[in-house]
């Protein structure tokens, strides 16, 4: 089954801060409701992407490794995130 997204950002060439910084100005332009699927590696922004988000308050789909036997921080993984309005 494919997996659904309306954007879909690669950052695993760029390193912290940058790779939050670069999904969180993709994750500002996108609409409320939507989906982006961010390819990501390394130890780091898997650890710190998908928080930052969480606390801004959006909402992590998925987080799974490319490879199946995906535990390795260096294999790229694919995070899926919902855009949530921003609450008033």
């Given at each position: 089954m494919r997996e659904q997204f309306?954007?879909?950002?690669?950052?695993t060439e760029d390193v912290c801060p940058l790779t939050f910084v670069r999904t969180k100005l993709l994750l500002e332009r996108m609409p409320a409701g939507s989906i982006a699927?961010?390819?990501?590696?390394g130890a780091e922004p898997l650890a710190n992407v998908p928080r930052a988000l969480?606390?801004?308050?959006?909402?992590?789909?998925?987080?799974?490794?490319e490879d199946p036997e995906g535990a390795d921080p260096f294999r790229p993984h694919r995070l899926r995130v919902?855009?949530?309005a921003r609450q008033p």
């Open positions: 309306d954007f879909f950002l690669d950052i699927m961010v390819r990501l590696q969480a606390l801004a308050g959006h909402e992590i789909l998925t987080s799974e490794a919902r855009k949530v």
